[in-house]
């Protein structure tokens, strides 16, 4: 029942509309308003990601939770990238040392973020504390042994509340494929 309590709201986190019955958070991909757009739908270059480095607002690049965010089917078309010299983007961790970095900048993977496609914001990039999660309180769990007796099985039923909060849009941005697939 946790893990797909915790499924549910790491997808919500990042995909929640902050609409429907009963209300779902306004998640990442709602919350992010400032948007830098891709040449094409199928494919993104390492200048369109500097251009989404330098759309956040200098002061939260500095900040200690600047980062990127993907999804692995982006991390690996970034692993294959590299510069004009020939260098790769994605720099491995070092054990003990300094995390794996894109750009110099430390990543984070959400399965929840979408692929790289037309209309999709499958790329953030700024200072994630400024997304705050509100947790109202914690998770209540009933079980209904009478309601399922009859057919010999148990049921559970949960409760829990949370929300989510951009504080600053300047604090993170996201890159959009634009065009279609085929261009």
Request: proline residues 4%; aromatic residues 10%.
């Amino acid at each position: 029942i946790g893990e797909r309590i915790g499924r549910t709201e790491a997808r919500l986190i990042v995909q929640g509309t902050g609409t429907g019955t009963p209300q779902q958070p306004k998640g990442l991909a709602a919350s992010v308003t400032g948007i830098v757009t891709t040449a094409s739908a199928g494919t993104f270059t390492w200048k369109e990601m500097n251009k989404l480095k330098h759309a956040v607002d200098p002061a939260y690049r500095r900040g200690n939770k600047f980062r990127w965010a993907f999804n692995d089917n982006t991390l690996e078309l970034i692993e294959e990238m590299e510069d004009g010299q020939g260098r790769p983007l994605w720099l491995p961790s070092v054990a003990g040392g300094t995390p794996a970095t894109v750009l110099q900048i430390p990543y984070e993977i959400d399965q929840a973020i979408a692929d790289v496609g037309v209309g999709q914001k499958f790329m953030f990039c700024g200072d994630f504390n400024r997304f705050l999660i509100r947790r109202v309180r914690y998770m209540a769990l009933k079980r209904l042994v009478e309601r399922y007796a009859e057919y010999d099985q148990v049921g559970f039923l949960a409760f829990y509340r949370f929300d989510t909060l951009l504080e600053d849009t300047a604090a993170i941005k996201a890159l959009v494929g634009v065009g279609s697939a085929s261009s």
